[in-house]
């Protein structure tokens, strides 16, 4: 990933698009993680953050999933559980400060809470040997 104004590598957030959030599969209209999707979608993404769908996270358990990575030296998060209707300001505001941070580490006190007790992996930059 390249370098942006700031000197920070650029971020991606990816979001489950194929998740039911425990729904039946003959359920009909789009499923959560799509209206996520298009909630984060409709929000003001960051400057730096690009929003990508992804099919399937294989976290089906835990509800509307997403992912924040950037660049070979931040550490990778997936966090589950999210709101599809009202959590898109919140992720949005997370993104941004993931943004701003060299590794990727948010200091645990400046996370909100649901961030706190829902994240799902936390994967080591791939620069971490």
Known sequence: MNQTANGTAP???????TCRKGMSTDIEGPRPGAVLYESLAAGDLPSGVTLRP???LSNCDSGC???LRGGAQRWTYVYGNFDETGDADMILE???RYH???DGLIPWRERPVHFR???IARIPPIGDQ
């Open 11 to 17: 971020v991606e957030l990816l979001v489950c698009t």
């Open 65 to 67: 999933s997403i992912v």
């Open 100 to 102: 701003d941070t060299p």
């Open 54 to 56: 992804v099919e399937c």
């Open 117 to 119: 007790k829902n994240c």
């Open 94 to 96: 997370v993104a941004s």
